[in-house]
């Protein structure tokens, strides 16, 4: 494959992280608190894509989303309500345990091996061959990224819901002395958490449609690692950054030999190491500005 | 006659650092009430109180009913608003989404008493700079869009924490007219200064706070004794 494929699959594979980090940011930004087991949601949406095999696409796409959505408020009344107020520390710990938990409910509910998630594959058929090897999974990707980001940035911007979002993410306090209904903001972060889970659930089983119980821990990891790259306390930076992480360890895997890749999650890492040593307020974030402290 | 507000022996720890001791204190409907004395005597601890942002023990009540339990957002809704410390603007964010935050807490089902048109007669200049960051104003213009964002949901009561601190002598008058005109349309004002005598001009009444107990109130007559209120304010 020539370098304009390996191209063309690092963005589809950065906006796949792309979408990770606004399902963390979204959250984090509100409640500057860290939901790991929000892979979870991710893995819980992609297990409801095979548990719906029989059903129309269409009906696949919905359940998934619901699903996505139903969890991620489940998460949010057990864990986030009662700690509300604890520091951050403590809900990334409970929620790291968490999604343990999950992975080992996905493994003996659905098994160690994984599932096929056999969805929309005519999308992998090349649109533009040769060497170029463009898939239609990858217009699409780039497609529904970029209008869920697009309607995201309108609702944040140009709703007055998105205000209070936005106020509440700045000074939580303030927000609700100025008369913010922080319950609902939370929710609906909570909400646009899952429905962007959902998002990566289906764009990610369309390319890789084995579903393992540590699909989510590790679109996760790699994915929270790029929101604090990119600068975890803007929803654009963060985006950008899982867009970053995404592009990178897939041009990273093209790149390096085929006995090396088992050390790509470590070159991966090394190259997020290194810019965050020059950065440390994110890859994004203006030079100056206070370092988030977590 | 019911008191728009009335304090019970309230009390507010951090921890192990009592803020508020004992604070017992009322504002009627209408009236301004200013709550004076040094800095760490717990004026702005008990403003908080009042707003349920932070957590305390007594009892706080708003027009007869105890607010026990009430989150700051639902006291917003019930017509107490607040003007913070160092103003809490959203910096990041225009002056005029800052304005429409301050709308939120409109009760519905009543003319608002003041509304945006109100706000702007108040403050035209804030018309001047609506599109820019509230982070980029001077403080002054600051805290004028603090008072205005306050005003627009409409309130009974207003809390405000040293509106003129850190500001020019010009920005602080300004401050202070702009309460003069908030109170004649029969907002209640609680009023934090450390500029004591500032504060008592303006106020009908006012409380001397040191060390987080009320050691003395201050009416018309007694406000002519400055020794009395030295004294309180020293806490002795």
Known sequence: ?294 | MIPLLRLDNLQVTYGRVVAVKNVTLEVNEGEAVCLVGPNGAGKSSTLLAVMGAVRSRGDVFLRGTSTRGLQPEALAHLGVAMVPEGRHLFDTMSVKDNLVLGTLARRRGRTPRIDERWVAELFPIIGEFASRRAGLLSGGQQQLVAIARALLSDPDLLLLDEPSLGLAPVAVDAVFEALERIRAVGVAILLVEQRAQRATDFCERGYVLSDGEIRLEVTEGTSEDPESLMAAYFGR
């Open chain 1, 1 to 294: 494959m020539s370098w304009i494929g390996h191209l063309v699959n690092a963005v589809s594979l950065g906006v796949v992280y792309g979408l990770v980090a606004v399902s963390v940011g979204l959250v984090f930004g509100v409640l500057r608190q860290v939901n790991l087991a929000q892979g979870e949601v991710i893995a819980l949406g992609a297990y409801s894509l095979w548990m719906t095999r029989d059903l129309p696409v269409v009906v696949r796409i919905l359940v998934c989303i619901g699903v996505c959505v139903a969890m991620s408020l489940v998460i949010q009344v057990i864990i986030f309500r009662p700690l509300r107020g604890a520091s951050a520390l403590t809900t990334l710990i409970v929620t790291f345990g968490l999604s343990y938990a999950l992975e080992g409910v996905w493994t003996i509910v659905f098994g160690t091996n994984g599932q096929p998630v056999s969805m929309l594959s005519s999308l992998n058929q090349v649109v533009v061959g040769g060497n170029v090897g463009l898939r239609w999974i990858t217009l699409v990707e780039m497609g529904v990224g970029g209008i869920f980001f697009a309607l995201l940035v309108l609702v944040l911007y140009g709703s007055k819901i998105g205000v209070m979002m936005r106020a509440t993410a700045e000074d939580f306090r303030t927000a609700r002395i100025v008369g913010v209904r922080i319950d609902r903001v939370v929710t609906l972060a909570f909400v646009f958490g899952g429905v962007s889970a959902a998002m990566v659930a289906i764009l990610f089983t369309v390319q890789t449609p084995l579903v393992t119980p540590t699909l989510g821990f590790n679109l996760i990891t790699l994915g929270l690692v790029g929101t604090v790259l990119g600068g975890i306390d803007r929803l654009g930076r963060a985006t950008a950054g899982g867009f970053v992480v995404g592009f990178v360890n897939s041009m990273l895997g093209a790149i390096i030999p085929q006995e090396l890749l088992v050390f790509l999650p470590m070159l991966t890492f090394m190259f997020v190491i290194v810019m965050l040593v020059v950065r440390p307020a994110g890859l994004f974030t203006p030079k100056g500005s206070n370092v988030e402290r977590v």
